[in-house]
Structures are given as structure tokens and as C-alpha cells.
């Protein structure tokens, strides 16, 4: 290798290392803990949990299987009869279980921040953080 060839590695590995802990950052940054933890089945809300205690509401109870209110773990139907199987804790949420060919669904990880969804495609199953609406501050429109 020529002495060329190493500096033109190393400034790509060094771009792609501040690159990383740049999203890493945004990624921090964005996390709400006192957003909504939004469950999807082929983009139909089933549930909707709030980060702040855990509290929840059903929009598709043929959808929901068990919710566990005290160790907050809640049961949905996918397109698997298995379910996926999601865990609230500390304003945020995750998979902790599920049938599919990788499980990918559980190695995502925690998440309570927008740009950070939670998806699980072989279920059809899509969790996404969203900001409370705060109603008592005006919009654009009614000023």
C-alpha cells in the first residue's frame, strides 16, 4: 500500500467516525420523555403509550393480545398470530419479543426519540415516538 492509499483510509475512517457520533448526538438530543409511543399495524394505530407513566389507549383491541400494567408489557397482534411483544420502561419503549426470521425487531433497542422508530416489518408492526400536542399554546392559524 502506498502512503497515499493509507491517508485516504484514514480520512474516510475519520468522516465516518464524526459522522456517527453526530447522528448519535442528534439522535440524543431529539429524545422526548414526555412523548407517545405510537404502535402501527399496516398503518393502523392499534396503541397509542405515554412515555410519561406508561398509561396507554386502544384503538384496535382486535389487535391488542395482554397488557401487563404492572411490568407494562404489551401484547400485539402482527401479521405472525405470535405477536410482538412490547416493553415500556423509564419513558421508553421496545420489543422485547417476537417471531421473525432475524429478530431484528428486538436488536434495535430502546427508543423514545422521533428519529428513531422502532420497525418490524415481518410482523408489519411500526412504533413511532411522537411529541405530545400541547393544546393550550396557539397555532399558526388561530393565533
Not at 407494562?72 to 420489543?95: C, M
Amino acid at each position: 500500500m502506498k502512503k497515499s492509499d493509507i491517508i485516504l483510509i484514514a480520512v474516510i475512517l475519520v468522516v465516518a467516525l464524526i459522522s456517527y457520533l453526530s447522528f448519535r448526538q442528534i439522535t440524543n438530543d431529539s429524545a422526548l420523555e414526555d412523548g407517545t409511543a405510537i404502535i402501527y399495524y399496516n398503518n393502523q394505530k392499534i396503541l397509542e403509550i405515554d412515555l410519561v407513566d406508561g398509561s396507554h389507549e386502544v384503538y384496535d383491541n382486535s389487535r391488542i393480545i395482554d397488557i401487563d400494567t404492572t411490568s407494562y408489557i404489551f401484547h400485539v397482534e402482527g401479521s405472525n398470530p405470535y405477536g410482538v411483544y412490547i416493553e415500556y420502561e423509564n419513558n421508553r419503549v421496545r420489543v422485547i419479543d417476537e417471531e421473525s426470521p432475524k429478530h431484528i425487531c428486538q436488536t434495535q433497542g430502546w427508543s423514545n426519540s422521533p428519529l428513531q422508530p422502532l420497525t418490524c416489518l415481518p410482523n408489519n408492526i411500526i412504533i413511532v415516538i411522537e411529541a405530545k400536542k400541547d393544546d393550550s399554546l396557539p397555532d399558526d392559524i388561530t393565533g
